[in-house]
């Protein structure tokens, strides 16, 4: 009997053990549930530098839009009296060749002085600078002897003639000489402004005077 009753009793301590380790168990609360939950998850992130224009990035737009205007301005108005070629332009004399060894510019002057010009009679692209837009202009004279005469006695002077503008900026006179050429003159001017403009040259007793589109 007594055996019983022991026995019993390791069952009742047994059952009260078993049920004070499972009601002691930590079990995750509905705020630590939340916390696991609520892990901050990478997001795609916009920089400032995606929302501000490109600046100095053209669009294509922009580029014809540009080259438009540009082929625009190129076109020299009615007022312009340029200088265009004729059929009976000036034909150098021996040993040069007698018509301008360039497709797209012609002989224009006479035997005394003469310079080679665009047939479209417009002078574009020409670089900037702060004197203004510089040109370099060759002239031939039969009268012009390289080795007699290395600062050849040219004088070039320019007006504008379609607006008010400083004249034209003569940098001086020096020589040249090539196969394709021969023996030549060469100056250097700047036009202070774009615009229709007068050119005149004066080398010893003979002038000549022709007048170009100066575009950008």
């Known amino acids: ?45 916009k920089s400032l530098e995606d929302d501000q224009p490109k600046i100095g990035a053209p669009t294509v737009a922009s580029l014809t839009e540009s080259a438009q205007m540009k082929a625009i301005l190129s076109i020299p108005p009615a007022d312009c009296p340029i200088t265009i070629a004729e059929n009976d332009s000036f034909r150098a004399p021996e040993p040069f060749s007698p018509i301008a060894p360039w497709e797209s510019m012609f ?12 047939k479209n009679g417009v002078w574009n692209g020409l670089p900037h600078n702060p004197g203004g837009y510089t040109q370099k202009i060759m002239w031939w004279s039969d009268s012009f002897v390289l080795k007699d005469e290395l600062i050849p006695a040219l004088v070039v002077t320019g007006r504008r003639l379609d607006a008010e503008s400083e004249p034209l900026k003569f940098d001086g006179a020096t020589n040249a000489m090539a196969e394709d050429i021969g023996e030549a003159m060469l100056t ?23 007048v170009v589109w100066v575009a950008p």
Request: with cysteine; proline share 4%; charged share 10%.
């Open 188 to 210: 250097g001017v700047d036009f202070p402004s774009l615009g229709c403009w007068e050119i005149t040259g004066q080398y010893k007793k003979t002038g000549l005077t022709f």
């Open 107 to 118: 002989w224009y002057g006479s035997e005394g002085l003469w310079t080679a010009l665009h």
């Open 1 to 45: 009997m007594q055996r019983l009753d022991f026995l019993f009793l390791i069952l009742i301590l047994a059952s009260l053990l078993v049920g004070c380790t499972g009601s002691g168990q930590i079990q995750p609360t509905s705020t630590n549930a939340q916390l696991v939950s609520a892990k901050i998850q990478p997001t795609a992130t």
